[in-house]
């Protein structure tokens, strides 16, 4: 029908005005990663800057979490400003109110439990690809995360583009990842290991002004799907289809190519400059955050990876 056009096409076509977006799919389970280099090292050295910039599971293995399914959201919903414990005694607004650039695949049906899946059988498991927005809310995240992990500074909103783009349409966009060191055990190795070249940027809306914030590709991963999938699976437990694997937040090695505002503004202590002339630390009530995406298609076309945005609305009084 899209080739033949006429007539048919036309009918089956609905206005984009007329169409409300939802949710693509229904998740099962949400795993976080944490697989940039760049991003794992600047996160090391802005909140644990006496420590190595790196744990030390983190070149061995693609380290994440088990994150929230029941607040995952479609692009366009908004999202309340979360209250928490900042300190010992203290529970109040977030004042460090965050966003996380990632890109999250969506499974096919998994192994039978018991069964590990080697990396290449892994990256036939991964059905498509959407933009995520992993909100952070950095001050209650810093009070509460250790030693177990990301908790309520994170389980309040994580926004999802409303399109999955399946793996088939981003043949294109396959390049080889980067060089792993130490190079990793057998059944996180590929016979043909992929990153895809995916170009990536978030916009910030404070009233009438837009200000581009950061520009990144997703090619710098360390870690790439495959792997973070067959590692999910080496200790025997499976996955369903429909469950979000996402990358963890996205820098490049470059200025302007980080993937969150604890990088770009160093924890806050170098704000950025927004179009008009106000600047911005953290995101304010009313900021707006949008991601944007597009991959190299087969002819050499683009294709869009849709937006994934979302709006601040003040905390619950
Ligand atoms: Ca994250």
């Given at each position: 029908?899209?080739?033949?056009?006429?007539?048919?096409?036309?009918?089956?076509?609905?206005?984009?005005?007329?169409?409300?977006?939802?949710?693509?799919?229904?998740?099962?389970?949400y795993?976080?990663?944490?697989?940039?280099?760049?991003?794992?090292?600047?996160?090391?050295?802005?909140?644990?800057?006496?420590?190595?910039?790196?744990?030390?599971?983190?070149?061995?293995?693609p380290?994440?979490?088990?994150?929230?399914?029941?607040?995952?959201?479609?692009?366009?919903?908004?999202?309340?400003?979360?209250?928490?414990?900042?300190?010992?005694?203290?529970?109040?607004?977030?004042?460090?109110?965050?966003f996380?650039?990632?890109?999250?695949?969506?499974?096919?049906?998994?192994?039978?439990?018991?069964?590990?899946?080697?990396?290449?059988?892994?990256?036939?498991?991964?059905?498509g690809?959407?933009?995520?927005n992993?909100w952070?809310?950095?001050?209650?995240?810093a009070?509460?995360?250790?030693?177990?992990?990301?908790?309520?500074?994170?389980?309040f909103?994580?926004?999802?583009?409303?399109?999955?783009?399946?793996?088939?349409?981003?043949?294109?966009?396959?390049?080889?990842?980067p060089?792993?060191?130490?190079?990793?055990?057998?059944?996180l190795?590929?016979?043909?290991?992929?990153?895809?070249?995916?170009?990536?940027?978030?916009?910030?809306?404070?009233?009438?002004?837009?200000?581009r914030?950061?520009?990144?590709?997703?090619?710098?991963q360390?870690?790439?799907?495959p792997q973070?999938?067959?590692?999910?699976?080496?200790?025997?437990?499976?996955?369903r289809?429909?469950?979000?694997?996402?990358?963890?937040?996205?820098?490049?090695?470059?200025?302007?190519?980080?993937?969150?505002?604890?990088?770009?503004?160093?924890?806050?202590?170098?704000?950025?400059?927004?179009?008009?002339?106000a600047?911005?630390?953290?995101?304010?009530?009313?900021?707006?955050v949008?991601?944007?995406?597009?991959?190299?298609?087969?002819?050499g076309?683009?294709?869009?990876?849709?937006?994934?945005?979302?709006?601040?609305?003040?905390?619950s009084?």
């Open positions: 029908l899209a080739t033949d056009g006429g007539d048919e096409l036309e009918s089956a076509l609905v206005p984009m005005a007329d169409v409300e977006l939802l949710l693509p799919v229904r998740v099962g389970d795993i976080d990663f944490y697989s940039s280099l760049a991003h794992a090292e600047n996160a090391g050295r802005i909140l644990r800057p006496d420590a190595p910039e790196l744990p030390p599971a983190w070149r061995h293995l380290i994440g979490y088990h994150g929230k399914t029941g607040t995952i959201t479609v692009s366009g919903t908004s999202v309340r400003r979360p209250r928490g414990f900042t300190g010992p005694g203290t529970f109040e607004e977030s004042a460090k109110l965050d996380e650039l990632e890109v999250g695949f969506v499974t096919g049906p998994g192994p039978d439990p018991g069964r590990p899946l080697t990396a290449d059988e892994a990256s036939r498991s991964i059905f690809v959407v933009l995520v992993d952070s809310a950095r001050d209650l995240q009070f509460e995360a250790r030693p177990l992990g990301p908790f309520l500074g994170k389980s909103a994580t926004s999802v583009s409303p399109w999955v783009v399946p793996m088939s349409a981003l043949d294109g966009a396959r390049v080889p990842p060089e792993q060191d130490p190079p990793p055990l057998s059944h190795r590929a016979a043909e290991p992929w990153g895809l070249d995916l170009e990536l940027e978030v916009a910030v809306v404070r009233g009438d002004s837009i200000t914030v950061s520009a990144t590709n997703f090619s710098h360390y870690w790439t799907m973070q999938l067959a590692h999910a699976t080496s200790n025997g437990a499976t996955f289809a429909g469950d979000l694997f996402a990358s963890g937040t996205v820098s490049g090695p470059g200025a302007g190519e980080q993937g969150s505002l604890l990088e770009l503004t160093w924890g806050g202590t170098k704000p950025l400059s927004l179009t008009g002339g600047t911005l630390a953290y995101l304010e009530d009313g900021d707006e949008v991601m944007r995406g597009t991959a190299r298609g087969r002819d076309n683009r294709i869009g990876l849709g937006e994934v945005r979302g709006a601040i609305v003040p905390a009084t």
